[in-house]
Structure formats: C-alpha cells, structure tokens
C-alpha cells in the first residue's frame, strides 16, 4: 500500500492517488500525485512552518517580511506596544538580570568600560576562564579576596586597570 504524500505547495494535505499514468505530468496511476488539483499555482512555502498566510508563509514568518518591508511602521507599532506594555517588559527585564547574573555583570562591565573609552572586552565563556585561571580571586595584588568575600562586599571581581596589566602580561 502506497503512504500519503504532502502536496508540495506546503498546505500540508495529503495528495490523491493518480487516477492515469501521465508522462507529461510525472504521475503513475495509483501512485500519489505531487500536488492537490489547483495547488501548482501556489507559490512554494517559505518557510518550515504551516503556511496561512499569502505567500506561502506563517504568521510569524509573515510578519517578519512586513516588518522589513515597512520599518517606519513597524518602529511605531513596536514604540506603541512597548509603551502600552511597560509593566511587562521591566518585569521581564528584571527576571532574566535575576536568572542571568554573569551575563548581567559582564553587560555592565563593557558598558562602563566603553563609557570609559577603556579598550578590551570578554564574553562570558572568556570571563569564566580568566575568573578559573586566577583561583576566583582578585587579580589586584592589595586585595587578593575571593569571588564570594566581592559578591557580599558588593564589588566586583577586578577593576578595570587590573585588566590592563592582565591583557598586557
């Protein structure tokens, strides 16, 4: 017994079987044809996603192309929901800096270090191995304390300058 194919429009339905063999069209009867009638003047999908909307696309992928399509639109629409939905979004905001510490602290680093025209950054894999290679402590010679005793102490694993010496060395 032949399996149901998916018509190749991307709509997802299952095609019927040939009813002819037909050279011209690529069917053999009794096999499954590549598209329900009328579907061949469907443009492809264009996305992996169930396609509802025109041009063979889903909401999601749809409103992707809009968006690009229409920047201006898009920037006010965003500018108006975000301003709407306020509450939510710091909400949301406060919840990953709470989840995601050391991506949070690693933020604020390059932020204060850009502010400060320092020069060099890590990502947080990076940050991970220098904290690794220096034993979690502080790479300031006068302080010399651990990552914990800086966490309650409120500071931070090493100050900027002591990045310099660590980049240049």
Not at 43 to 64: F, M, N, T, V
Not at 67 to 77: E, F, I, L, M, S
Not at 104 to 115: D, F, G, L, M, P
Not at 121 to 136: D, F, I, N, P, V
């Amino acid at each position: 017994m032949n399996e149901p194919k998916l018509c190749e429009c991307g709509c997802g339905r299952p095609t019927p079987l040939a009813t002819h063999t037909s050279k011209k069209h690529g069917r053999v009867k009794g096999q499954p044809t590549s598209f329900i009638h009328g579907h061949h003047r469907l443009p492809p999908s264009r996305c992996e996603h169930e396609p509802k909307y025109g041009l063979g696309l889903c909401r999601a992928c749809y409103k992707r192309e809009w968006d690009k399509a229409n920047p201006d639109k898009a920037a006010t629409h965003w500018r108006k929901h975000k301003a709407a939905h306020a509450g939510a979004y710091n909400a949301y905001g406060r919840e990953w800096s709470k989840a995601n510490l050391d991506k949070r602290r690693v933020s604020n680093h390059r932020r204060k270090a850009r502010k400060k025209n320092a020069g060099g950054s890590w990502t947080a894999a990076q940050w991970e191995t220098l904290k690794r290679q220096y034993g979690y402590r502080c790479v300031n010679p006068a302080c010399w304390k651990t990552e914990k005793e800086l966490k309650v102490l409120g500071g931070v694993l090493a100050p900027t300058t002591s990045f310099r010496s660590i980049k240049a060395g």
